[in-house]
């Protein structure tokens, strides 16, 4: 590993881990950050021997937002006006399930960063905020991925606000999907881990898209939908190992 690399993968039983590795910043989203976490989750989703991805961090922040000793005095461009909408979209959007694993404090574009993800594991002292407003700038970029997940007058009085709140209240309010004692976090992600490898491929890339597409489709898409996949080579074959009480050939073999 060199010294200018931010972001390190891992990939192992068609998991890759991608860890923020920054954390004289706080692992904040600078440019080098935006670019290399860009690639390696390009890298990952082209990849056909992972299945599931896995944003960690090191360090006790998770991430702090944007850089803003970047952002003083700088031009749009440096402040990543493109680079960080098109960062979300790349994970919002990708056919493979995401997973961040928050251990600690998230802020503004950290909190987008989760929030564009599928599944959200974190610690019980993590802590989260829209600190945009204070900042004298807007959580606009983040609010296209933050307000599908949040219950919304609980997202309205915290991007209002630009408090500081827990776990608790983030578990509850829909940012995150499971809160977990610090010391029990990496047990509660390698289940989540072991229940997304379990689903086929090509169901989870669609079952994404079904989700995300909202209330978009009507009952004929649907069925057509549900039709073509009970046809499929991957319906066939998860029937054929329900049946006969196996794995299915898409789930990693154990070490």
């Given at each position: 590993?060199?010294?200018?690399?931010?972001?390190?993968?891992?990939?192992?039983?068609?998991?890759?881990?991608?860890?923020l590795d920054s954390p004289a910043n706080r692992n904040a989203l600078?440019?080098?950050?935006?670019?290399?976490?860009?690639?390696?989750?390009?890298?990952?989703?082209?990849?056909?021997?992972?299945?599931?991805?896995?944003?960690?961090?090191?360090?006790?922040?998770?991430?702090?937002?944007?850089?803003?000793?970047?952002?003083?005095?700088?031009?749009?461009?440096?402040?990543?006006?493109?680079?960080?909408?098109?960062?979300?979209?790349?994970?919002?959007?990708?056919?493979?399930?995401?997973?961040?694993?928050?251990?600690?404090?998230?802020?503004?574009?950290?909190?987008?960063?989760?929030?564009?993800?599928?599944?959200?594991?974190?610690?019980?002292?993590?802590?989260?905020?829209?600190?945009?407003?204070?900042?004298?700038?807007?959580?606009?970029?983040?609010?296209?991925?933050?307000?599908?997940?949040?219950?919304?007058?609980?997202?309205?009085?915290?991007?209002?606000?630009?408090?500081?709140?827990?776990?608790?209240?983030?578990?509850?309010?829909?940012?995150?999907?499971?809160?977990?004692?610090?010391?029990?976090?990496?047990?509660?992600?390698?289940?989540?881990?072991?229940?997304?490898?379990?689903?086929?491929?090509?169901?989870?890339?669609?079952?994404?898209?079904?989700?995300?597409?909202?209330?978009?489709?009507?009952?004929?898409?649907?069925?057509?939908?549900?039709?073509?996949?009970?046809?499929?080579?991957?319906?066939?074959?998860?029937?054929?190992?329900?049946?006969?009480?196996?794995?299915?050939?898409?789930?990693?073999?154990?070490?």
């Amino acid at each position: 590993m060199t010294s200018d690399r931010v972001v390190h993968v891992e990939v192992a039983r068609g998991v890759a881990t991608l860890t923020l590795d920054s954390p004289a910043n706080r692992n904040a989203l600078s440019r080098a950050m935006r670019t290399q976490l860009r690639a390696a989750l390009a890298d990952a989703f082209a990849d056909d021997a992972v299945r599931v991805v896995v944003l960690d961090h090191t360090g006790r922040v998770f991430c702090s937002g944007m850089d803003l000793a970047e952002a003083a005095g700088g031009s749009t461009e440096d402040q990543g006006v493109r680079e960080f909408p098109e960062l979300l979209e790349l994970i919002w959007s990708s056919g493979k399930p995401v997973v961040a694993v928050v251990r600690g404090p998230a802020r503004a574009g950290g909190v987008g960063l989760l929030a564009a993800c599928d599944v959200v594991v974190a610690g019980a002292s993590a802590t989260f905020a829209f600190s945009e407003v204070r900042l004298g700038i807007v959580p606009a970029v983040i609010s296209a991925v933050v307000l599908p997940r949040m219950v919304p007058h609980v997202a309205h009085r915290l991007m209002l606000t630009g408090e500081v709140f827990g776990a608790e209240l983030a578990a509850t309010g829909g940012l995150i999907d499971l809160m977990a004692p610090d010391d029990e976090v990496d047990d509660v992600l390698a289940g989540q881990l072991t229940a997304l490898a379990a689903g086929a491929p090509a169901a989870l890339a669609e079952t994404k898209r079904l989700l995300r597409a909202g209330s978009s489709l009507d009952f004929d898409d649907l069925l057509e939908l549900s039709a073509r996949f009970f046809a499929s080579e991957e319906g066939q074959e998860g029937i054929a190992s329900f049946r006969e009480k196996r794995p299915a050939r898409w789930v990693p073999a154990a070490d």
